[in-house]
């Protein structure tokens, strides 16, 4: 995978969508591995990476990831306080919105691309989401 693609992708889903923190996560052992993301003031890096390791996070565990592996399809939660889909780890990351885009290769669910709002909720929009959904189809060859 190129890591400079991959934020040049960020770069255009965070253009799209106007929020800032991305990421994206490989599917292994039945959990999402973190890979890269954007460094930002709300969320950085490094951050990202010792949460992920001390709290894994597991598709059996995650309705909401267990939905998106069984019916791949991209997945808005516009207020992730108040949406019962909602999982434990999005608040350990002080996640306020977030939309979920399943990578696909061939039948299966590789990875998923993690949009999310932090520090303020975001509106998805069907538009935002149509768009996000064509930039990672677009860019599939760099996962």
Do not use: K, N, S
């Given at each position: 995978m190129n890591a400079e693609r991959l934020n040049h992708l960020f770069e255009l889903l965070s253009g799209a969508t106007g929020v800032q923190d991305i990421a994206y996560h490989r599917i292994a052992d039945g959990r999402i591995n973190p890979v890269l993301k954007t460094n930002t003031d709300a969320l950085g890096i490094e951050r990202w990476k010792s949460v992920h390791a001390q709290s894994p996070v597991y598709i059996a565990h995650d309705f909401l990831l267990t939905d998106v592996v069984r019916e791949p399809r991209a997945v808005a939660i516009?207020?992730?306080k108040n949406d019962r889909r909602s999982s434990e780890e999005f608040f350990l990351f002080g996640i306020d919105s977030l939309l979920i885009i399943p990578v696909m290769k061939g039948a299966d669910v590789e990875g998923?691309?993690?949009v999310a709002s932090i520090g303020q909720l975001h509106e998805f929009s069907e538009q935002?989401?149509?768009n996000a959904e064509r930039l990672v189809e677009q860019h599939?060859?760099?996962f």
């Open positions: 516009q207020d992730v998923i691309v993690v935002e989401i149509a599939i060859e760099i």
